[in-house]
C-alpha cells in the first residue's frame, strides 16, 4: 500500500467530520492509482467519535478502507505510535482532527514521496484558519501553533538550517524510517488532553530521524488549513504551550549529542539562554504586557530551566516515583520572576 493517512483524536466528534469530508473529496487519487487508506486513532475520547467514524465506515462515499483504533496511552506520541504500527503504507501521513487538507493533499503526498524516494519525511504547507482575531504580532509564534508557510518551492530543512522542523500537522513520515530510527516509547508522551508538559514530541520524533541520516523536506504542495479554536488563543493557553516547549528542550537539543558531550552542551545552551532572555527582557520592556512578548519571555525562561525539569523528572521516575511533573512544575513556578 502506498499511504496511509492517521488522524490522531480526543474527543473529535465535533472535529471529525470536517477532516473526512475534505478525504472523501480528495482528487487524482484513482487517476493517479494510489493505493492509501485511512486510519483514526481514539486517545480515550469519552465523546461520540465511535459513532462517528461508523457512519463514516458504513458510507458508499468513503473513497479507501477507513479504520478505527483506540490507544489507551494518553499523549499524542502514543497514538501516533499506534497508528504507525496499524499502518500497511509505505508512507504514513499524519493529520490532527483539526487539520484540513486540500483536495489534492493525498495526490500530492504520493508524488513528492515518488520524487524524493530517499526523503525520511516531509511537512506540508499550513494556513491558520482562526476562530478569534490573533493578538498583535502573532505572526512571530505561529509556527509553534503548527501555521508555517516556507515557501512554494522544495527544500531540505537540514540544508537550511540545522535547529529548523517542519509541523506536526501534516506531516509524512517514510515507515522504513521510523521503525529503523525512532524507539517504541518516546521521552515526550506530546499533547494530553489538555496537558502540554509534554509538547515537542514531533521534534523528537524528527530529530531521531535526523540523527538516522534521513533526510527531512518541506513540500509546498501538500496544503492544509490548522483550525485553531478560540480557546487556543487566550493568553493562558498560549503561555502553557510555550512552557511546555520550552521544558522539552533539554531533551531535543541533546538528542543528537552522546553521552560525554551533554555536560558542555547543557552549560553551552544555559549560557546562551540566560543571555538571550536578558536581552528580550531588555528590547521588550515597553512591550511587556503584549501576548506575543510573554510567550516568547514564557519560552526562552523555560528553555534555560529544561535541563534542571529534565534531571528532576529522571531522577523521580527511576527512583522515588513519587515527584509528579506537576509538583514539579510548581517548584519551578516559583522561581519565575514576573516583570510584566
Not at 103 to 124: L, M
Amino acid at each position: 500500500m502506498d499511504i496511509t493517512v492517521v488522524i490522531c483524536t480526543y474527543n473529535g466528534a465535533t472535529r471529525l467530520p470536517a477532516v473526512l469530508d475534505r478525504l472523501i473529496m480528495q482528487v487524482d487519487t484513482l487517476d493517479a492509482s494510489v493505493d492509501w487508506e485511512v486510519i483514526v486513532v481514539d486517545n480515550n475520547s469519552h465523546d461520540r467519535t465511535p459513532e462517528v467514524i461508523e457512519r463514516y465506515r458504513a458510507s458508499s462515499a468513503f473513497p479507501c478502507r477507513l479504520a478505527y483504533v483506540v490507544e489507551s496511552r494518553q499523549g499524542l506520541a502514543f497514538a501516533r505510535r499506534c497508528g504507525i504500527q496499524a499502518a500497511k503504507g509505505t508512507l504514513i501521513a499524519f493529520l490532527d482532527d483539526d487539520n484540513l487538507p486540500a483536495s489534492d493533499w493525498v495526490q500530492a503526498v504520493y508524488a513528492f514521496g515518488k520524487q524524493y524516494p530517499t526523503a525520511g519525511a516531509y511537512g506540508s504547507q499550513i494556513a491558520g484558519c482562526y476562530g478569534a482575531t490573533p493578538p498583535p504580532n502573532f505572526d512571530r509564534i505561529a509556527c509553534f501553533l503548527a501555521v508555517i508557510d516556507r515557501g512554494d518551492r522544495p527544500f531540505r530543512y537540514d540544508q537550511l538550517d540545522r535547529w529548523l522542523f517542519p509541523a506536526g500537522a501534516g506531516l509524512v513520515v517514510r515507515k522504513q524510517a521510523w521503525i529503523q530510527q525512532v524507539p517504541d516509547t518516546p521521552v515526550l508522551a506530546g499533547v494530553s488532553a489538555q496537558v502540554l508538559n509534554e509538547k515537542g514530541e514531533d521534534i523528537e520524533t524528527l530529530s531521531y530521524l535526523r540523527k538516522g541520516g534521513w533526510p527531512i523536506w518541506h513540500n509546498p504542495n501538500m496544503k492544509i488549513e490548522h483550525v485553531v479554536e478560540r480557546d487556543r488563543l487566550t493568553e493562558g493557553y498560549l503561555l502553557k504551550l510555550f512552557k511546555g516547549v520550552g521544558l522539552s528542550r533539554h531533551h531535543t537539543r541533546t538528542i543528537r549529542f552522546r553521552a560525554w558531550q551533554k555536560i558542555p552542551v547543557v552549560i553551552a545552551y544555559g549560557l546562551k539562554d540566560s543571555c538571550k532572555l536578558l536581552m528580550h527582557s531588555i528590547v521588550h520592556y515597553k512591550n511587556r504586557t503584549s501576548v506575543v512578548v510573554k510567550c516568547e519571555k514564557t519560552l526562552l525562561y523555560y528553555s534555560m530551566l529544561s535541563s534542571l525539569y529534565c534531571f528532576f523528572k529522571i531522577k523521580a521516575n527511576t527512583k522515588t516515583k513519587t515527584l509528579k511533573d506537576g509538583y514539579l512544575s510548581n517548584q519551578l513556578k516559583t522561581l519565575w520572576i514576573d516583570s510584566s
